[in-house]
């Protein structure tokens, strides 16, 4: 079993795609070596979803190939 990574030091952003809103919004930590942390930014005390940097990258460009659809 792989051992969680420290995040207690990480430095989150929120998602672009928030608008600025209180709502439906997720934040990202950067600056951790072939991850990509995620949490929701209403509980931030709450699980965070870790994931490898290339699956997060290819969730990017889908949710950038969906918006462009539209």
């Known amino acids: 079993m ?4 420290d995040l207690s030091n990480a430095t989150w952003r929120k998602s672009s795609y928030s608008d600025g809103g209180a709502n439906n919004c997720v934040e990202v930590a ?3 070596a072939g ?10 005390d709450g699980g965070v979803l870790v994931f490898g940097s290339a ?4 969730f990017l460009t889908g949710i950038r190939n969906e ?3 539209r």
């Open 30 to 32: 950067d600056g951790c």
């Open 35 to 44: 991850l990509a942390p995620v949490r929701d930014s209403k509980v931030r």
């Open 67 to 69: 918006s462009s659809l």
């Open 55 to 58: 699956a997060w990258a290819l």
């Open 2 to 5: 792989k051992q969680a990574p």
